[in-house]
């Protein structure tokens, strides 16, 4: 069974940082991409950015651009999300999302973290 653990949410003020996390555990296989997703009350969830865990091609939403910035390491199968210049309007649960092949099965399988609450607000 593969699982992904999120940290690093909480309550910031506009104009702050946080820094989220994501690690993938269980039989993997290997993972063809890590991302974040987000949801805020009354809207539906969106992308936020993407990664491509080989060659590092990204993805981004038009409203993080310039703001946020994915990256990973693949030798830990963990995925951050630097998020800077935060507004009120990045007020959001976000998930962490894999496309991956499974170890033992060789499954192609699509996982979702638990989520982590982003608050930002004075």
């Known amino acids: 069974q593969v699982r992904l653990v999120e940290s690093g949410g909480g309550l910031v003020q506009p104009g702050g940082s946080l820094r989220l996390s994501c690690a993938a555990s269980?039989?993997?296989?290997?993972?063809?991409?890590m991302g974040w997703y987000r949801h805020a009350p009354g809207k539906q969830r969106e992308l936020v950015a993407r990664i491509i865990t080989s060659g590092g091609s990204t993805d981004y939403a038009d409203s993080v651009k310039g703001r946020f910035t994915i990256s990973r390491d693949n030798a830990k199968n963990t995925v951050y999300l630097q998020m800077n210049t935060l507004k009120p309007e990045d007020t959001a649960v976000y998930y962490c999302n894999a496309k991956l092949v499974a170890g033992t099965t060789h499954r192609y399988l699509e996982v979702w973290g638990q989520g982590t609450l982003v608050t930002v607000s004075s």
């Open positions: 269980g039989s993997i296989f290997s993972i063809y991409d």
